[in-house]
């Protein structure tokens, strides 16, 4: 199966790639693509390590799981492909940054735009089988991911993090947030939105302010 990663991560992440506990995610991984149909397509498993690179990230949105629906998943979180519906967290997504900054909600959810620009949409689990979120949680992803995050927060600064909700932030513990900004809300699915929380958190100017504050480019999200 051949992946794309951009090789500023790919010096980075190696040590990772050697580890045991990645061999063998690699050979449940293989396995469950020769057998059962798992999404993002394969090319597109790293996708999120390749349309934003390791020095151009500035902003780290954390989701959990790929969607596990049909041509949903393209490797970024929350990001669906070209002609995809929007799901509901997306679209809240959206309504939240035309509240926030009067961006009219765009026709299409691939969120490729904010990756090329430096926004690393980093799921905790790169792969999951059709139609069962969660299926592969627990197989070495999320040590995998812990250890992207643990060397953005280290070797970098001025970063900003968005974690939303209770999962998000708790595998946000090993940010160093007395050099990058991180921003918590609840999570944009209706479920949580609805309760309060979301709406109105304005992560997304924000993030904006906090760039240009530090000289760096802001995100046209």
Same mark, same amino acid.
């Given at each position: 199966m051949k992946v794309a990663i951009a090789e500023s991560w790919q010096q980075r992440l190696q040590p990772e790639f050697d580890k045991p506990y990645f061999r063998e995610l690699a050979e449940f991984v293989r396995h469950e693509y020769s057998t059962q149909r798992v999404y993002p397509p394969g090319r597109l498993i790293f996708n999120a390590f390749d349309k934003c690179s390791f020095d151009d990230t500035r902003v780290v949105i954390l989701g959990q799981d790929p969607y596990h629906g049909e041509g949903q998943a393209n490797g970024l979180s929350f990001s669906v492909a070209d002609g995809v519906t929007k799901p509901p967290s997306l $679209? =809240? $997504?959206?309504?939240? $940054?035309? #509240? #926030? &900054?009067?961006? !009219?909600? !765009?026709? %299409?959810? =691939?969120l490729e735009r904010w990756a090329?620009?430096?926004? @690393?949409? @980093?799921n905790a689990t790169l792969t999951v089988r059709a139609g069962q979120a969660g299926s592969h949680q627990g197989k070495g992803w999320e040590s995998f991911t812990d250890a992207a995050i643990k060397v953005l927060s280290e070797q970098k600064e001025h970063i900003v993090f968005m974690l939303w909700g209770a999962y998000a932030q708790k595998k946000g513990a090993v940010i160093d #947030? %007395?050099? /990058? &900004?991180? @921003?918590? %809300?609840? /999570? !944009? %699915? !209706?479920?949580a939105a609805q309760w309060g929380g979301w709406f109105g =958190?304005? /992560?997304f100017s924000q993030a904006n302010e906090y760039l240009r504050g530090h000289g760096l480019p802001e995100i046209a999200w």
């Open positions: $679209i =809240n $997504i959206f309504k939240e $940054i035309q #509240d #926030d &900054l009067g961006i !009219p909600v !765009p026709k %299409s959810g =691939n090329v620009q430096g926004v @690393l949409l @980093l #947030d %007395s050099k /990058h &900004l991180v @921003l918590k %809300s609840k /999570h !944009p %699915s !209706p479920m =958190n304005k /992560h």
